[in-house]
């Protein structure tokens, strides 16, 4: 169960986008494992993938063809990650294209694949092929909750949101879904994140509201610090609701804020439903003086096993925040301008515990399932905040019985 | 137990060095806990400490009397850090300073504090200065071993080397100390470790041995990446057995030599010392550009909780430390040109598993309690080598249940 979510709220239809879902085998039987996703003629496509140096090869094809093409399907198997898996890697993912080009009659570089699974085995390519009819047969506008669960694979709940926002009189829609369960067993967690709108966006515009909002949420979560090597995400714009964004302005900016939130809530979840996880922490980091020193603060707490490991023992052990801030390499960082809060709860001060902290008042906010560990570094004016979870030994317990 | 090392072999004492260890009841009673290491008059003293940013008072006390003064006695409490706590804590530090001096009648400038135990308590300077005529009264040249049990904390074994060099015809010693299991409790575990010889060196050219030694040893290990804010390691060269090293040379050669064997071996104990390991780990990349692209590619894989919780059950998922590779962040890394092993196995070659390759083997080499991960990147000629530990169950009990 994830930490302060139960259940899918209801996801809308965007015009011009249908799923078909299907059962392919492609580790399981009796396992939605294949998910096309169509975009209507004329849809613009923004994507961002993992930065890991070594991405599974249908990244690098996804990569090639988005280059080369506009995109009429997204191709997604789960079950096996195509990773780690060389030149017939390569070949597998392009062999599925095709066999989707073929039945669609379009070229298989307007087709974008996708992989989560295990790292390392060869793309049973006949089995998702063979899927791929009944899939084509089962699209429709109303896939969305299917698709969220069809794209699953250690996630414990489907992933996904829809907002409306009202544009030169019209109601646009954005809906989106992802999987992942944080990243913290990138063998079989990828983030995998599809969202889509109605709107009509030049894909140059798409692409800078999509990076704004990576900033402010898939970019800002964090278990481990491990990546995988197949995490992607995709924000389509059909364009079917007759709205045109072209220029930055009022419009834009409501819509960049509607993608935002929803991608900020979806990269929540992906913490909240991290395996072993009991705690939903933000770490908010202010006073810096610029973007780069406070996130290095923020992910240098975020990933102390020390602090981590205090989380999961709702532990208000400020030694080891306050050693993780003066480790994360800020130059002439000054120790007594450095504050340290939990909530609303000053735990350090002046380089030392603060003088009317009491051991209570931390174990009341670490008690919590959600809280907020808020560091003052007193030089600057930018804040950013990244959210994270707790190390417990059920993490240790599942990444190490995992496989064998 | 630590792994791989069962007691503390014979230390030879070093001329112009006496250690003084009595019981001050700073935090338990009945427990050595305060150590006076006494320095020849015309020793010189190389020392490195902490780059937390938030280094504890003693440190910062330490730093400026070796600026100002040639020290004669290293005054080392455990059970209490001097840590987070402000400016208090400085005038504690100094306070105990004052009373090694007026008990030894020299300034208190020579003298050097080291505090080890946890954070953000008020050190109890009484019942440190109470203490101090007992371990005056018990300085002996032949307190090595029971100074290595002296500055223990969490230690579950002493750790201690010596080793003798012919020079000029001359036999020369070098005996070091050291404390911390493995930096994984960074307010109990700070590591200290100190190092003597009989030679007579410079306190440039000391320094300089003293820089080379820490990057072959102690700058090479990590458990969690966590850094204590009172880590130090001092090197001391008494000059008492009328053996004078000015200069760049064979000799000095020989003497660094002998002085980083021993600091690796205790930087290695370290880590087969650290609590809840079960496994010591050297992961080894060579075929690199530089130090620095090495060194990224070693810390992301030693760092990374899924590479360490596989070392833990003995899986060798080798897409996990494939994975880390990709994330270290080395700029056009080309995945076929990468080859990893374990030990002598090949598990990755080409972007892929290495098609001799079976996770019989794999298994064969991670079941022990003593291996290599060997990365080649396959883009130069520097080799770089870091060792850590698993990363188990025990690990996070111990450290989500410490303090409660």
Not at 39 to 44: D, F, H, I, K, N
Not at 228 to 254: M, R
Request: proline residues 3%.
């Amino acid at each position: 169960m994830a930490v302060g979510y139960s259940q899918l709220p209801e996801l809308l239809p965007v015009a011009g986008i249908r799923w078909g879902i299907t059962q392919a085998g492609v580790r399981y039987k009796n396992r939605r494992d294949l998910v096309v996703m169509e975009l209507a003629s004329g849809s613009t496509v923004a994507a961002a993938f993992t930065r890991n140096a070594f991405c599974a090869a249908p990244v690098t094809v996804a990569r090639e063809h988005l280059a080369a093409a506009a995109p009429r399907y997204l191709l997604i198997n789960t079950g096996n990650a195509n990773a780690g898996t060389g030149a017939p890697g390569l070949a597998a993912a392009r062999e599925c294209c095709a066999g989707l080009a073929g039945l669609t009659g379009i070229g298989p570089e307007q087709i974008l694949p996708f992989s989560t699974g295990v790292i390392g085995e060869p793309l049973p390519v006949e089995r998702i092929v063979a899927g791929l009819p009944a899939a084509l047969t089962a699209l429709d506008a109303g896939g969305w909750a299917e698709a969220a669960h069809g794209i699953m694979t250690t996630d414990t709940v489907a992933k996904g949101l829809s907002k409306q926002v009202e544009i030169a009189g019209k109601t646009i829609t954005v809906t989106g879904i992802a999987k992942g369960s944080g990243m913290i067993r990138p063998d079989m967690a990828t983030m995998l994140s599809y969202i889509a709108t109605d709107a009509a966006v030049s894909r140059e515009l798409l692409q800078e509201v999509l990076d704004h909002a990576l900033n402010h949420s898939f970019n800002r979560v964090t278990v481990d610090g491990d990546t995988s090597t197949n995490d992607a995400c995709v924000l389509v714009a059909t364009g079917a609701a007759g709205v045109t964004i072209d220029a930055p302005g009022a419009a834009l900016e409501a819509l960049g804020t509607a993608i935002t939130d929803i991608c900020r809530f979806l990269a929540q979840l992906l913490i909240r439903d991290g395996e072993g996880a009991t705690k939903f922490v933000s770490v908010r980091v202010g006073g810096g003086r610029d973007t780069d020193e406070c996130l290095r603060v923020a992910y240098t707490v975020a990933h102390s096993p020390l602090v981590k490991t205090a989380l999961s023992a709702s532990d208000p052990n400020w030694g080891r925040i306050l050693a993780a801030v003066g480790r994360a390499g800020v130059e002439n960082l000054v120790l007594e301008d450095v504050e340290i809060y939990l909530d609303e709860v000053c735990i350090v001060r002046q380089g030392a515990r603060a003088a009317d902290y009491t051991e209570e008042q931390g174990k009341r906010v670490m008690s919590q399932a959600d809280f907020l560990i808020d560091i003052r570094l007193g030089r600057g004016s930018v804040t950013e905040t990244v959210w994270t979870c707790d190390f417990s030994a059920e993490y240790v317990r599942i990444n190490a019985d995992y496989r064998s």
